[in-house]
């Protein structure tokens, strides 16, 4: 198969999951909110450098996924070397959400089996994508040696930003593990559904980290209409 062949079958959006509004309707309101959040990132960036984000919730269910893929497809469209990285072991989404086939991925990485390059796949818009892979039995004791921080490391030699899907953060303690890499996180709140005491609960346990801000989901009209709501801390 020739290189143009190559990158055809890379950009089918097809195989896309169709609320990845960034690359499957980039022109529309939803990929607008997108592309705003993803500005006011760069505003920050201004200040500091912020290579690695990490995208959280408190509980399953708020957007996460969506919201930390769409933020990466943002990036990569935008011409930035941009890699997402799937981190919730317990309910992946980066392989389903990019229609990617089966192979190694970032559990196999950190097990030693594989390098980051066969780790990663090339999305639409030259996006890295890591999947997690073959799910280990416990996905926090990956997170705490320094494979999982040489990754990222790894990552960050060839790439301008790097977004972690991390898993929610009260039932599990890979989130908490795995944010320690990070250079700033993210909350993302599901409006009119999340608590607000579990809310407060999640950005406590996070103290110490580098949290950026919330990230407010499922406004407006239709389920694929988002208001990104944004606040420095």
């Known amino acids: 198969m020739d290189a143009k062949a190559i990158r055809r079958n890379l950009d089918n959006l097809d195989v896309l999951d169709p609320r990845l509004v960034a690359l499957t309707d980039p022109t529309g309101a939803a990929a607008e909110q997108f592309r705003m959040l993803h500005l006011r990132l760069d505003r920050l960036r201004d200040q500091r450098p912020i290579p690695v984000i990490a995208l959280t919730s408190a509980v399953a269910g708020e957007g996460k996924s969506l919201t930390v893929a769409n933020l990466a497809a943002c990036a990569a469209r935008r011409g930035r070397k941009a890699a997402l990285v799937d981190c919730d072991f317990r309910r992946p989404a980066v392989a389903r959400l990019f229609g990617l ?11 030693g089996n594989e390098s980051v390059a066969k780790a990663s796949r090339m999305g ?3 996006l890295t994508l890591v ?3 073959e799910a280990p039995d416990d996905p ?3 997170f705490a040696g ?3 921080s040489a990754f990222v490391d790894g990552l960050r030699e060839v790439h301008d930003e790097i977004y972690l899907d991390l898993p929610p953060i009260l039932p599990f303690a890979d989130a908490l593990v795995a944010a320690a890499v990070a250079d700033g996180v993210v909350v993302v709140v599901r409006n009119g559904q999340t608590p607000a005491e579990q809310v407060e609960e999640a950005v406590a346990s996070l103290a110490g980290a580098p949290l950026l801000g919330c990230v407010l989901t499922g406004c407006g009209d239709g389920a694929t209409a988002y208001r990104k709501y944004y606040a420095r801390r």
């Open 101 to 111: 086939g089966p192979g190694p991925g970032l559990a196999q990485a950190l097990a």
């Open 124 to 126: 639409p818009s030259g």
């Open 131 to 133: 999947p997690t892979g």
């Open 140 to 142: 926090a004791g990956l």
């Open 146 to 148: 320094k494979g999982f």
